[in-house]
């Protein structure tokens, strides 16, 4: 179920904003508070609501962790690398928190890099796995399409 | 100059009696802005079913001096050092606009009110203070204009772009304080210094009237939803929240496991990582 926004405690940082992988989380022009502008989109992914300095994104949990009527909160503490989650049920019976490291090895280390892995081979790409990889990244017919390739620009800032 | 009072050269040409009138019917335009926002949103409404819930998911009572204190605190913290603000340069512009605001406008009214002609002369202070106000006023609203302004600083939409019926607060802030200042520093140049005042008129008209319409409602708000997460740490509640624990406590780490022990209270190689840059890769 999409992300949501509790308007008394954003204050319009952008953080989210920043961060949603889909570019839906946006600042209304009437409140300057975030929301988000197309729930029919929204993965769920939990960015948003890690990303927030002031815990005002909410987003229900899926069925296969957390029942009807749930509430499910996270906190993501990078200064102290821990991600803790808590989990409701609505009859009140269970109550859990969850805390681990978000990681052990040192911040800004050891990111793995994508173009340092070669890409697929063409065997790869008939193989079983790879087959169905949508046309249109036009591996087998060329580059992969780009914004230039399209004859399409980029224009900076949010237009909606 | 900034040590005498612009209103009571003003009184040559307007009668006191209908400033006096103006201002109180600015301020009763914000309270019936307020009230009429307070009922459209449903915030006290809203308030009072926070309150409720927290009530119900707390796992400690709170007395009544521990909410006073924790009201106090509020106050402390929140409404008058705008410690709700993470981002430094916000915080500060924060604070520079809204006591520039409450400068401004208190001195306007002691002016108005208890100097109104030539024939009582305002002690230096109250025009020194009325001009400081303003400018404090224009230094913490335009700089949050330029740079801080989210739209400018997170969805790229330039300095010179309006965006909405957020900027209307804004506006007439920065409307008011400019044209107060210009007003006051072209006395003796009539027909210039008279078109700044009508300006400066018309932009506290805009500025007080637009309450319901403008993020002005949000000096009343703010306190009340920052006391409310106050009272949800300490009652427990947390809004669902989890707790925040201390890492190097054996206790948590036989809890959760997944810990690893020589990560200790502030593990060292952790660090800023989404914070560690202004979100502003639109």
Same mark, same amino acid.
């Given at each position: 179920?999409p *992300?949501?926004v509790?308007?008394t405690?954003c204050?319009g940082?952008?953080h989210? $904003?920043?961060?949603?992988p ?9 409140t300057?508070?975030a929301?988000?502008i197309?729930p029919?989109?929204c ?5 948003? $609501?890690?990303?927030?300095p002031?815990?005002a994104?909410d987003?229900?949990?899926?069925a296969?962790f957390?029942?009807l009527?749930h509430s ?5 503490d990078?200064e ?6 808590r989990?409701k049920f ?8 969850? +805390?681990?490291?978000?990681? !052990?090895?040192?911040w800004g280390k050891?990111i793995?890099?994508?173009s340092? $892995?070669p ?10 796995l790879?087959?169905n990889?949508p046309k249109?990244i036009?591996?087998?017919?060329g580059?992969?399409?780009t914004?230039?390739?399209? /004859? ?8 909606y | 100059?900034?040590?005498s009072n612009?209103f009571?050269e ?6 006191p009696?209908?400033?006096q009138a ?5 301020i009763?335009l914000v309270?019936?802005g @307020? ?8 915030s006290a409404?809203?308030f ?7 009530k119900?998911?707390a @796992?400690?009572t709170l ?6 204190a924790? &009201?106090?605190?509020t106050?402390a913290?929140?409404v008058l *050092?705008?410690?709700e ?5 916000r915080r500060?512009s924060h604070l ?5 605001f409450?400068i401004f406008?208190? @001195?306007?009214?002691i002016?108005i009110?208890a100097?109104p002609?030539?024939?009582?002369p305002?002690p230096?202070?109250?025009?020194? +203070?009325w001009?400081l106000?303003?400018?404090m006023?224009?230094?913490? %609203?335009?700089w949050f =204009?330029?740079?801080i302004? $989210?739209?400018?600083?997170s969805?790229g939409?330039?300095w010179?772009q309006?965006? /909405?019926r ?8 920065l409307?008011m304080?400019?044209?107060?200042l210009? =007003?006051?520093f072209?006395? /003796?140049a009539? !027909? ?5 005042f009508v300006?400066f008129?018309?932009f506290?008209?805009?500025?007080f %009237?637009?309450?319901? =319409?403008?993020k002005?409602?949000h000096?009343f708000f703010?306190p009340?939803?920052?006391?409310q997460?106050?009272v949800?740490?300490a009652d427990?509640?947390?809004?669902n929240?989890p &707790?925040i624990?201390?890492l190097?406590d054996?206790?948590v780490?036989s809890r959760?496991?997944?810990?690893? @022990?020589?990560?200790g209270a502030n ?6 990582g989404?914070?560690?840059?202004a979100p502003?890769?639109f």
């Amino acid at each position: 179920m999409p *992300t949501f926004v509790y308007m008394t405690r954003c204050d319009g940082c952008g953080h989210c $904003v920043d961060i949603c992988p889909s570019d839906i989380m946006h600042i209304d022009k009437v409140t300057r508070r975030a929301y988000n502008i197309e729930p029919n989109m929204c993965w769920e992914c939990y960015s948003c $609501v890690k990303a927030c300095p002031h815990d005002a994104i909410d987003v229900r949990g899926y069925a296969d962790f957390a029942p009807l009527g749930h509430s499910v909160r996270v906190r993501r503490d990078e200064e102290k690398g821990v991600i803790a989650w808590r989990i409701k049920f609505r009859n009140g019976e269970k109550d859990m928190e969850l +805390l681990a490291p978000i990681t !052990t090895k040192p911040w800004g280390k050891h990111i793995p890099q994508l173009s340092d $892995v070669p890409a697929p081979s063409q065997a790869m790409r008939d193989s079983q796995l790879l087959f169905n990889e949508p046309k249109y990244i036009r591996l087998d017919e060329g580059e992969l399409h780009t914004l230039e390739s399209n /004859g399409l620009v980029m224009k900076e800032g949010v237009y909606y | 100059m900034i040590a005498s009072n612009p209103f009571a050269e003003l009184a040559v040409v307007i009668p006191p009696t209908a400033m006096q009138a103006y201002v109180v019917l600015m301020i009763l335009l914000v309270v019936a802005g @307020t009230i009429l926002d307070m009922l459209h949103k449903k915030s006290a409404q809203y308030f009072f079913e926070n309150a409720r819930k927290a009530k119900k998911n707390a @796992t400690r009572t709170l007395g009544a001096g521990e909410k006073s204190a924790l &009201a106090l605190k509020t106050v402390a913290n929140e409404v008058l *050092t705008s410690g709700e603000f993470a981002n430094p340069k916000r915080r500060i512009s924060h604070l520079f606009t809204m006591y520039g605001f409450i400068i401004f406008v208190v @001195t306007t009214a002691i002016l108005i009110f208890a100097y109104p002609t030539l024939n009582d002369p305002a002690p230096a202070i109250l025009p020194l +203070l009325w001009h400081l106000g303003a400018a404090m006023l224009c230094l913490g %609203g335009y700089w949050f =204009w330029f740079s801080i302004r $989210v739209d400018v600083a997170s969805e790229g939409v330039k300095w010179y772009q309006l965006n /909405g019926r957020g900027d209307l607060f804004i506006i007439g802030l920065l409307g008011m304080a400019t044209f107060a200042l210009l =007003w006051s520093f072209t006395r /003796g140049a009539d !027909t210039l210094s008279m078109l700044f005042f009508v300006l400066f008129v018309a932009f506290s008209t805009l500025l007080f %009237g637009s309450v319901y =319409w403008s993020k002005f409602a949000h000096m009343f708000f703010k306190p009340a939803a920052a006391f409310q997460k106050r009272v949800i740490k300490a009652d427990g509640s947390r809004e669902n929240m989890p &707790a925040i624990y201390d890492l190097s406590d054996p206790e948590v780490q036989s809890r959760f496991p997944d810990i690893p @022990t020589y990560m200790g209270a502030n593990p060292p190689n952790m660090g800023l990582g989404i914070k560690r840059e202004a979100p502003n890769h639109f």
